[in-house]
């Protein structure tokens, strides 16, 4: 499966933006479908899990209250939806599929990244 990530830009501190993961090639309704962000010279950290059905999510504590993730298996992609942004959010966003939890190494397929930038 392909997934491509988009929304990404440029919002000021307290904005808004929804990320978009759209996956090509195969469906996805059954993978569990996550969000993850790198920040420049930090490590890639997970930001937000959906199961399979969208039933379940998981969300790392910074974000909790103000992101949220969410899918569409009709249209086989899956959303993030980021409010009261910060600084500290700015970082490249990846979605990511087949895997389970917050860990990037159970991930199985990639976007390439859409890149978000929150200005004080």
């Known amino acids: 499966v392909q997934l491509q990530a988009s929304g990404g830009g440029l919002v000021q501190a307290g904005g808004s933006l929804r990320l978009s993961c759209a996956a090509s090639?195969?469906?996805?309704?059954?993978?569990?479908v996550a969000w993850f962000r790198q920040a420049p010279g930090k490590e890639r950290g997970f930001v937000a899990r959906i199961n399979w059905s969208g039933s379940s999510t998981l969300y790392e504590n910074s974000v909790k209250g103000r992101f949220t993730i969410s899918r569409d298996n009709g249209k086989n992609t899956v959303y993030l939806q980021m409010n009261s942004l910060k600084p500290d959010d700015t970082a490249l966003y990846y979605c990511?599929?087949?895997?389970?939890?917050?860990?990037?190494?159970?991930?199985?397929?990639w976007g390439q990244g859409t890149l978000v930038t929150v200005s004080s």
């Open positions: 090639g195969r469906t996805f309704s059954n993978d569990a």
């Open positions: 990511a599929a087949g895997g389970l939890g917050p860990d990037a190494r159970q991930y199985n397929y």
